[in-house]
């Protein structure tokens, strides 16, 4: 779960991260009157769930609460790169003498926490580590140990920071990991963390992503999760207990495992297709599961075909076979489906789905073939 730059900087600030006085405003006026309060000078950011919002127009630096007003009429109730601006953050401006990327993210080939640091800030970290790996700074931290004081050293002086300025980066560091580790995170950044020309370090930005796993146990995260900016499919999903991930191909997936829908969107993919999206409904699917699945699915206007890859273990192939026939008679789909179904009473189910004209294939791959074909025929029926 993603965070908004105002919800990190109120969890981040407990730890001693310093960011500039700011107060989320809904609407111009409220937005005019913190910009007073402020001061008049203030930076104007839409509070949407996107990368370089700089770039795209999310951020404006203002010199007086009446361009504020402006700006924040500009802003409110737009669209940037396809995200409805809804509030805005007013932060005073702090003059910068140079920005640095800090940033933590969960290593899993390390096994622990990597902070990164760069001398640049405002950077894309992944455009970065691609272009100029060299540019960034990188230590591992001990899940259990923490970060030693040498390797926050190691970030500070890797940036060009000396003396007491490297000493406050490298506190910033242990106060970032420390905060990434009590909130279960799988991503943090302060991008930019600026070194004001008063020789303070402050965070001009700040990207906090929860592992949505851990929330039962973070209860004030939980509920600042804003549902105005997730994919409607997604959170409808997550209601019925689905883990349903939506992507930008043609071909719907419903499967029943993790590692099972991976593996189709990968057998796919190998045959030239793309997956419309991931789609596991666990273990042991009762059989009025089925439709909330199918209609999740069908939701997406650019599914051409629906492909189920059920291995029957725990679940029941006819169990699953009955409830499919159902849903199919109860949503009456205009795209093709395609099944494969293995495992427990699979001749049973088979048999089910035969008599009600479902296409069966062999094998995953088979099956991926023959969605990409129907998939293909159906685009080419449609237009
Ligand atoms: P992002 O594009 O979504 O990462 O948005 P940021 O919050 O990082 O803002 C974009 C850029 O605006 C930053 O990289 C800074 O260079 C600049 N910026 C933001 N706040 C201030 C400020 O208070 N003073 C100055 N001088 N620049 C700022
Ligand atoms: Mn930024």
Known sequence: MNLHEYQAREILAPYGLVFPPGTVAYSPQEAEAIARRLGGKVAVKAQVHLGGRGKAGGVTLADTPEQVLECAEAL?????????????????????????????????????????????GGIDIEQAARDSPD?????????????????????????????????????????????????????????????TTDGLLVGLDAKM????????????????RDSGEEEPLEARARQ?????????GTI???????????????????????????????????AAEVTPAL??????????????NIFGGITRCDVFAQGLVAGLAELQPTVPIVVRLVG??????????????????????QAAEMAIRLADQFEKAAT
Not at 164 to 175: C, E, G, N, T, V
Not at 295 to 308: G, K, P, S, T
């Open 240 to 248: 019925f207990g689905v883990n349903y991930v939506r992507l930008d």
């Open 135 to 195: 540019s960034i700074v990188r230590v591992t931290a001990d899940p259990f140990m923490g970060l030693a004081d040498y390797q926050a050293l190691q970030l500070a002086t890797g940036v060009g920071l000396r003396g007491d300025q490297a000493r406050s980066f490298a506190s910033i560091s242990k106060s970032l990991l420390a905060a990434f580790l009590d909130n279960d995170c799988s991503l943090v950044e302060i991008n930019p963390l600026a070194l």
């Open 295 to 308: 209609r999740i699915v069908l939701a997406d206007r650019n599914v051409r075909v629906i492909l189920f």
């Open 344 to 365: 427990t009473n699979e001749k049973e189910g088979r048999r089910i789905l035969e008599e009600a004209n479902v296409q069966l294939a062999e094998n995953t791959s």
């Open 76 to 120: 409110l109730g737009t669209t940037i790169s396809g995200h409805k601006v809804r509030k805005v953050l007013l932060t005073e401006t702090v003059a910068v003498a140079k920005e640095f990327y800090l940033g933590a993210t969960l290593d899993r080939p390390k096994k622990g926490v990597t902070l990164m640091g760069a001398c640049e």
């Open 209 to 224: 992503v929860i592992d949505d796993n851990a929330l039962f146990r973070h209860p004030i995260l939980a509920k600042m």
């Open 252 to 286: 719907g997936c419903v499967v029943n495992g993790a590692g099972l829908a991976m593996a189709t969107m990968d057998v796919i993919q190998a045959h030239g297709g793309a997956a419309a999206n991931f789609l596991d409904f666990g273990g042991g699917i009762k």
